[in-house]
């Protein structure tokens, strides 16, 4: 029997969630738990961590797992690589579900960096008005420019005290339009835009708004994850699925 472990936390994952509810396979959706109100699956969810590598792997054991689908965030290099190596262990096959990357077309303007710290030091050293589209995670590399006001679009209203000095947070959730967005920048007299190469469409609007207003994008590239079986589709996961059941 099949029994699929799906790691999600993207747009992806959710549609790939709602076709296995709808062939009525037998498969668990898992979350980071970042998110205070994650958006509600058709299948059963378990949150947290898994306990690196070796507490992924016994979790696949004693689940009797057969395949394991990532679906995560593209940055989200640490689950990839644990997954990698959890599956290894475990002898269970794995494939990911990964977006392609954003690239740039005629009229943008981007400068492209390897890593989050990368993009930081990217940022002018006069005073700018940045939208840090990055999320939540990576926010205190960006306090070597203290200097910059950071806007800040997050799904959940942040806890504590910021670690940039000077911040205005957005509360919303995607995925965004283009005219959204362009207002968004205007109403904040944003000067850059700090985004991450996460690709797909639910975030692209900031980009064609970045290029409308003639702003420049700072874009981090993906961090490295070891080689895995790619999946582009929820269609072509679906024929994994099955070739490899077969």
Partial sequence: MTRILLLGGTTEASALANTLA????????????????????????????????????????????????????????????????????????????????????????????????????????????VFLAIGKQNLTQFAVKPQHHYLLRLVDAPEGTLPLPHTTVEIARGPFDVAGDTALMQRHGTTHVVAKNAGGAGAAAKLTAARTLGLPVIMIGRPDVPARPIKGSVAEVMAWLSHSAA
């Fill in 22 to 129: 709808e062939t009525g396979a037998d498969a668990v959706f898992s979350y980071a738990g970042r998110t205070a109100k994650p958006v509600s699956q058709p299948l059963p969810t378990r949150v947290g961590g898994f306990g690196g590598v070796e507490g992924l792997a016994e979790y696949l054991r004693t689940e009797s797992i057969t395949h394991v689908v990532d679906a995560t965030h593209p940055f989200a290099a640490q689950m990839s690589t644990n997954a990698v190596h959890a599956c290894a262990a475990a002898g269970v096959p794995l494939c990911a579900l990964e977006r392609p990357v954003w690239q740039a077309g005629e009229g943008d303007s981007w400068v492209h960096v390897g890593t989050i710290e990368e993009g930081a030091n990217a940022l002018p050293e006069t005073p700018a008005r």
